[in-house]
């Protein structure tokens, strides 16, 4: 009997942490990644992420803009988002875990796929680029990245 209760209490438990877990995921708001870029993202509805990404460092003398679209689980930590950039030829996908550091900060871990257009099928070998990427809601560079995302929201509207 005393096993009987202890398993539902534990049972009981693990629903209610699972469900604060998800609840106190925080999505909305700028998040920043160590190469300076930054984004600004939305949730809504459940479980959808939408946005603006602003990478002051493309490859091109202006910095590269797009739109965020994607979705988290709220029974795990995952998600993936993808950016299809305006003004690059480029689509780039992240997939990755939300998690909390060692001062209970927010952080999402990624990972990062970018595709870019060739020009023929014999450049299809090195159009794809693949790196890891670290966003958190304190800026690594104080470069002024959101201030583009105040001016790429004032182009699109």
């Given at each position: 009997?005393?096993?009987?209760?202890?398993?539902?209490?534990?049972?009981?438990?693990?629903?209610?942490?699972?469900?604060?877990?998800?609840?106190?995921?925080?999505?909305?708001?700028?998040?920043?990644?160590?190469?300076?870029?930054?984004?600004?993202?939305?949730?809504?509805?459940?479980?959808?992420?939408?946005?603006?990404?602003?990478?002051?460092?493309?490859?091109?003398?202006?910095?590269?803009?797009?739109?965020?679209?994607?979705?988290?689980?709220?029974?795990?930590?995952?998600?993936?988002?993808?950016?299809?950039?305006?003004?690059?030829?480029?689509?780039?996908?992240?997939?990755?875990?939300?998690?909390?550091?060692?001062?209970?900060?927010?952080?999402?871990?990624?990972?990062?796929?970018?595709?870019?257009?060739?020009?023929?099928?014999?450049?299809?070998?090195?159009?794809?680029?693949?790196?890891?990427?670290?966003?958190?809601?304190?800026p690594f560079v104080d470069n002024g990245?959101?201030?583009?995302?105040?001016?790429?929201?004032?182009?699109?509207?």
């Amino acid at each position: 009997m005393t096993l009987r209760i202890l398993l539902v209490l534990l049972a009981s438990s693990s629903v209610v942490l699972s469900a604060e877990k998800a609840d106190s995921y925080t999505w909305d708001g700028i998040w920043y990644n160590e190469l300076g870029s930054c984004m600004k993202l939305s949730t809504y509805p459940s479980t959808n992420i939408t946005g603006l990404y602003v990478s002051p460092k493309a490859s091109g003398s202006e910095a590269a803009r797009g739109t965020v679209a994607g979705q988290y689980k709220l029974d795990d930590d995952t998600f993936s988002f993808s950016v299809t950039w305006h003004n690059y030829p480029s689509t780039t996908g992240w997939a990755g875990e939300y998690k909390y550091d060692a001062s209970s900060k927010p952080v999402l871990y990624t990972t990062w796929l970018l595709v870019s257009k060739t020009e023929s099928i014999g450049d299809l070998w090195g159009n794809t680029l693949v790196g890891k990427d670290t966003f958190a809601r304190d800026p690594f560079v104080d470069n002024g990245c959101e201030t583009f995302l105040v001016d790429q929201r004032k182009t699109e509207l």
